[in-house]
């Protein structure tokens, strides 16, 4: 007979926890080299997540810094390839420079959300680069024939870890002309002697390649202008590249799990509203197609995992609320209806299958799941967000796009199973304060009316989709048509439509809508967001 184990204290989270995990957080940070804690050093997106918020809501500039001096410090730094691109799994040192050489399909997807978060932020393009390498090489490395995402590549080859990517300075040498070697060789820290070795063993010439500095000043010191050395850089990486490619790769672990597509899937749909690049929906979308055609059972429960045209192992509570997730951002960058419906019946199984309804919260497996003995609930957040704060997020998302606020209970009801919990250590469950940030409000819904091939409805679109507004939600509403099924699923939509012919904006809280705009600025300010809304 299974017990029930249960983790956490019922009541609500105090206001002054949002100070105590700032102050929790800024006490391990790095002010040296970005990042939290010393060696080894983790990404901890989550974190940034966090803080960007606190920054929004509150101008804490301090929060803000974090963010960016850890995300600029980790794409300098080994931890991240700077040849094939994509991250390590960490760094075994305080600076970022010498990576555990695994890579894991949930750490391209966290970070490069990460990294579009920033971007829509700071309107900086630098993270904007960041997130379209990760992109690049999950596309390029780490997707199946069918579009799912694989697992993960390992450390080693040829029983060597690192050796797919370790340089001797030889080896750069012959890949490349003269000049660029020279380039390559002093951006990238490269010595003879090798500054790369094993557990205390002696250099052996291989090479990590790390900049120490950002490539502003490398080029000042050059006397030219970082973009022209930017691109040299980039003609010898694509070189660097294509002598890699040469080599044994690590071995690849192909299994499609649930779980880490969904995070990957609401990575793409992000960027892709970020970037307004359709391609990334694309990709999104494929890889969200394949697990809802082939990773569920007859009765629409997830499998864990897909392998080999087998699809086994029940899923879990992160199966389903990392899948909603990614449904949900892709609903918001293709808005075809089905995304929305399909996250919907998943939310619902949840609930089906793991809510508890004597302490509230969700637990890990399914009543019944098949070995074992206790089932454990989980709000900690380790190397991927807990279940439970995904799906408190989820369900306040979907309260929001749908009207229907038995969702926004659901969450509610989540947040306080955990609060005593989360109270006593809140720097532990940054993804569950993500949660309460979007719950603590204002969050509003958008409306958006028009024709989507027209010019004024993807300029509207795109402006909404490149701004950084956590606590909001987008609806799109085809105009010309009467009763689109998007009113089907969110009622409040049914009496608008569009004025004066042409795209129209209404910015609504808690459904009162503000008068309707015409006027991409006035939406935009409407949610706070000043500026030039062009891309």
Known sequence: KQSDAHSGSRGEVSPDVYDRIVASISGQYDPVHGGFGDAPKF????????????????????????????????????????????FHRYATDAAWRVPHFEKMLYDQALLATAYVEAYQATGDQRYEEVAREVFTYVLRDMTSPEGAFYAAEDADSEGVEGKFYLWTEGEIREALADDEARLIIDVFNVEAEGNF???????????????????????????????????RLEAARKKLFRAREGRVRPGRDDKILTDWNGL?????????????EPAYADAAARAADFILANVRDGDGRLYHRHRDGEAAVAGFLDDYAFLTWGLLELYEATFDVRYLKAALELARTTVDLFWDERNGGFFYAAAGAEGLIVRRKEVYDGAVPSGNAVAALNFLRLARLTGDTSWEE???????????????APASFTFMMTALEFALGPSREVVVVGDPAADDTREMLRALGGAYVPGAVVVFRPAGDDEPEIVELAEYTRGLSQVSGRATAYV????????????????????????????
């Open 410 to 424: 659901k969450a509610a009801a989540t947040t306080r199973a955990f609060s005593g919990t989360v109270a006593k």
């Open 264 to 276: 990957m899937v609401a990575a793409l749909a992000k960027g892709a509203r970020a970037f307004d």
């Open 197 to 231: 070795a094993q557990a205390a063993g002696e250099p052996n010439g291989a090479n990590v390649l790390y900049m120490d500095r950002p490539l502003s000043e490398v080029a000042a010191e050059r006397g030219v202008a970082e973009d022209e050395l930017r691109g």
């Open 43 to 86: 990404p901890t997106p989550h974190n940034y997540y966090f803080l960007l918020r606190r920054w929004l809501r509150t101008g804490d500039e301090r929060a803000l810094k974090m963010v960016e001096e850890s995300l600029r410090a980790m794409r300098r730094g080994g931890v991240f390839d700077h040849v094939g691109f994509g």
């Open 508 to 535: 609504c809280e808690r459904f009162s809508c503000r008068a309707p705009t015409n006027d991409v600025r006035e939406m935009l300010a409407s949610l706070g967001v000043e500026g030039d809304p062009s891309p």
